[in-house]
T-cell receptor, first 115, second 110 residues
């Protein structure tokens, strides 16, 4: 049973380019969460999605960032016109259901470097 | 907002015990999680406390006091492979997202 799969593991983009980060949840999981981890900081919640629905995007920057979780395929976190401050590790987590008593399983992250 | 504090770094000797404290001030509370994260790897779940008291799981134990907004993770019989970052995370009431502390880097020395 594969865990949460994220790709790519490492991504380098020049300023102004677009970054696409992919997350395939664990089998049977329909809830996906994206977190960002800046150097020397804790993980910060960005967005919570279920299939075809964004449930909570309160942690997403208002501009340039978007997320989706289509009916088929992985969840995508998209960052347009990247800037150096976007350099971070982006982690995806999944759970079989939502709610407060559900443990989330994390992927290994995508490390984005903007040059 | 949420405020979760834990020490930045701790060092201990192989075979010893280390206690990592976490204090939190959050708008509501519905569970506290501890995760282990090795450099460049995914956070992996260690423990979950929602009621006061001690939860023991092998060499790792976690304690919670809701009235004090306080938790600790106790690592016994330390091994070199326990060198990692340990993340304290709080889930607020009626919520699903986790608020994380900055993590405590534990270094185990021979």
């Amino acid at each position: 049973n594969a865990g949460v799969m994220q790709n790519p593991r490492h991504l380098v983009r020049r300023r102004g380019q677009e970054a696409r980060l992919r997350c395939s949840p664990m089998k049977g999981h329909s809830h996906v969460y994206w977190y960002r981890q800046l150097p020397e900081e804790g993980l910060k919640f960005m967005v919570y999605l279920q299939k075809e629905n964004i449930i909570d995007e309160s942690g997403m920057p208002k501009e340039r960032f978007s997320a989706e979780f289509p009916k088929e395929g992985p969840s995508i976190l998209r960052i347009q016109q990247v800037v150096r401050g976007d350099s971070a590790a982006y982690f995806c987590a999944s759970s079989p259901r939502g709610g407060s008593n559900t443990e989330a399983f994390f992927g290994q992250g995508t490390r984005l470097t903007v040059v | 907002g949420q405020n979760i504090d834990q020490p930045t770094e701790m060092t201990a000797t192989e075979g010893a015990i280390v206690q990592i404290n976490c204090t939190y001030q959050t708008s509501g509370f519905n569970g506290l999680f501890w995760y282990q994260q090795h450099a460049g790897e995914a956070p992996t779940f260690l423990s979950y406390n929602v009621l006061d008291g001690l939860e023991e799981k092998g060499r790792f134990s976690s304690f919670l006091s809701r009235s004090k907004g306080y938790s600790y993770l106790l690592l016994k019989e330390l091994q070199m492979k326990d060198s990692a970052s340990y993340l304290c995370a709080v889930r607020t009431s009626n919520d699903y997202k986790l608020s994380f502390g900055a993590g405590t880097t534990v270094t185990v020395r021979a």
